[in-house]
């Protein structure tokens, strides 16, 4: 049977979607014999990782990025494997998916056409925390629900992120990463190798209630050691300290030898136009009495003036209410509301005249005390805040004052303080060291037993724990190393000197696959990681990664048939010459059915059409099938 030609998609030049194969004539391909149990025991897989849904990945465009000119790739549930000759560009579609989650943009990486770009479709959860935090920066779920990811990046080396139709920094795509993505390479051996990475993992394996005593002691450090550089701080700079206090002690006398008040600037200045036109203010509010009420007390002296306001409004609200029209009356009803206003409004007026003080004493008292409190804002608040800049400076200037205090009391309860955060330092990174020993031995036990099915049977690991608590660090008191015996017989020794490169991929991956259950990331992505790997070592690295498959969605960029053969979907990319456009392009499609066997058997021997090759990948497909459905 024909390779499949990948189609194009309509308005898109040269763009290719990665999904079911036909045959020539458009119809479905009925898989190969072998193929059929495979794909029955793959929907066996995905019926039980159905019940793990966390979300995946859908879709993965890729443009412009290294041999990729425009391929989308379809990415099923489980497990996906990504195949090709070497320098392909199997390695593009890692580095498209680590772009697309906030991975750092190599402009080297960008194709003539001068701009890279990626786009995802997400399809999670309801419950899951990324729509929570997708919400907080303005993204918005696509029609079917989906949440779609994109990046560009340009030959200099611009980039910009897009989620849900927005555009947002590039680093809060990566804040989603990490509960979306993890990419695991080559580089991750180098990882492993690290001190901090080991105890990290044997943290992670010890569990959450481990995990949140931790935090805890990493807290009670971080005090104890603040604590400390404050008293050494004190002590070492106890002149300068003692200078800086008496300046801002100055500076609190004044003010509070004042005690303003918040708003008193406002209120004086209030006052003092009040007071500087008393006789004014006065003449106001006797004019305004007289025409509301009259002359009532006859100190006005309004003899022969006209009626005031409320005699007639009375004598309007009379006339209206002697009638017999109801709409007359209810009128009369709002001018007698009227007179009762207007009247309200006198007594205040009386009263504000009663309380209006004219004494040029009490102005001047006034006028000196707003001198004083200007004084003050011109040299202790910043232009525009007034009083209130004095007494947020003095509020700064309080809190400073016992952070500058060098006397012997503050020393020794400052001192006392330090001895009570270290104690708690110490009580703390014990309780976190008995932990990490109480679990060192299981998460051993676990990564040899996930080894020996990795074709290390004769392989031991362990954990070194050297504690020391004269020197407690940020995370904890111990030296923790991961040891590996080879076979028995050999000394136990850190693991990235005692492994090869190949067994060094085993046991990182047997420690993914411990970790599986309980790891929240949806999407696992392995680069490569069974380099240096054969045989039936292969094999069961293909198993676990199809055990790991049910509870992520799991992609694999491998070289490796036995891999490959466990696969729920398999991608192949080609690489050709374009001679019209004078550049290599690479393409990406599924393959299924007679197209996977071929793409196995190359694998296997370098020759598709070989019957031999062909027979040995259909051979490989059925003990797949065979190791999925238990």
């Known amino acids: 049977m024909a390779p499949r030609t990948p189609t194009r998609e309509r308005g898109g030049r040269g763009r290719r979607t990665a999904s079911s194969p036909t045959g020539e004539d458009g119809t479905p391909v009925a898989p190969a014999p072998a193929e059929v149990a495979v794909d029955g025991a793959a929907a066996a897989v995905r019926t039980r990782a159905d019940g793990h849904a966390r979300g995946r990945l859908t879709e993965l465009r890729i443009r412009g990025l290294g041999a990729i000119d425009d391929v989308t790739l379809e990415l099923g549930r489980g497990l996906t494997v990504v195949t090709g000759e070497t320098g392909a560009g199997k390695t593009m579609v890692v580095t498209g998916l680590t772009l697309l989650f906030g991975g750092r943009a190599d402009p080297g990486r960008v194709r003539a056409t001068g701009r890279a770009g990626v786009e995802g479709r997400l399809e999670l959860p309801p419950e899951s925390p990324v729509w929570e935090r997708a919400a907080d920066a303005g993204a918005e779920p696509d029609d079917d629900g989906s949440l779609i990811l994109a990046r560009t990046v340009s030959a200099e080396g611009r980039s910009r992120a897009h989620l849900g139709g927005r555009s947002v920094p590039v680093g809060v795509v990566s804040e989603l990463a990490e509960g979306l993505l993890a990419v695991h390479g080559q580089s991750d051996q180098l990882r492993l190798s690290r001190p901090a990475e080991q105890r990290h993992a044997l943290d992670r394996y010890a569990g959450a209630a481990h995990l949140q005593l931790l935090e805890d002691y990493r807290a009670a450090h971080a005090r104890w050691r603040e604590l400390a550089a404050d008293l050494d701080r004190r ?68 003899e022969g003036l006209p009626q005031d306001a409320t005699a007639a409004l009375a004598t309007a609200e009379r006339a209206l209410a002697g009638t017999d029209d109801p709409a007359l009356v209810l009128l009369a009803r709002d001018l007698a509301d009227a007179v009762a206003v207007v009247s309200d409004v006198s007594v205040q007026l009386a009263g504000y005249v009663a309380d209006l003080d004219a004494d040029p004493a009490r102005l001047a008292e006034v006028l000196d005390r707003r001198a004083a409190i200007t004084a003050l804002v011109r040299k202790y608040a910043d232009p525009g805040q007034g009083l209130a800049g004095v007494l947020a400076w003095a509020e700064d200037a309080r809190r400073k004052l016992d952070e500058l205090d060098v006397s012997d009391e503050a020393l020794e309860a400052l001192e006392a303080a330090r001895d009570t955060a270290r104690a708690e330092v110490d009580d703390l990174g014990a309780r976190v060291s008995a932990g990490r020993r109480a679990a060192a031995d299981g998460f051993a036990a676990e990564v040899g037993r996930e080894l020996a099915g990795l074709a290390m049977k004769s392989a031991r690991v362990s954990f070194s724990i050297d504690s020391h608590p004269d020197q407690p660090g940020p995370d904890g008191i111990d030296e923790v190393a991961l040891l590996m015996a080879a076979h028995p017989g050999a000394p136990p020794r850190p693991v990235h000197r005692g492994a090869s490169g190949g067994e060094l991929s085993r046991v990182m991956l047997a420690i993914e696959v411990v970790f599986a259950g309980a790891d929240p990331v949806p999407v696992m992505v392995f680069d490569e990681v069974d380099a240096g790997v054969g045989g039936q070592a292969a094999g069961e690295i293909g198993r676990r990664l199809a055990r790991l498959a049910r509870e992520h969605q799991v992609v694999v960029v491998t070289h490796l048939a036995q891999v490959a053969a466990f696969a729920d979907t398999h991608l192949v990319v080609d690489k050709s010459p374009d001679t019209a456009a004078g550049v290599t392009a690479t393409d990406i499609r599924a393959v299924d059915g007679e197209d996977r066997v071929r793409e196995l058997a190359r694998m296997l021997s370098g020759l598709a059409d070989s019957e031999t090759g062909q027979a040995h990948a259909r051979e490989l497909l059925a003990v797949a099938a065979a190791a999925r459905a238990d």
């Open 235 to 302: 002590r070492g700079q106890a002149r300068e300290l003692a200078q800086a206090a008496d300046v801002l002690r100055h500076g609190l006398e004044e003010i509070e030898g004042l005690v303003p008040e918040p708003g008193e600037d406002d209120a004086l200045d209030a006052l003092a136009r009040r007071l500087g036109d008393a006789d004014a203010l006065r003449a106001a509010v006797d004019e305004a009495r007289m025409a509301l009420v009259g002359d009532v007390t006859g100190d006005l002296g309004a």
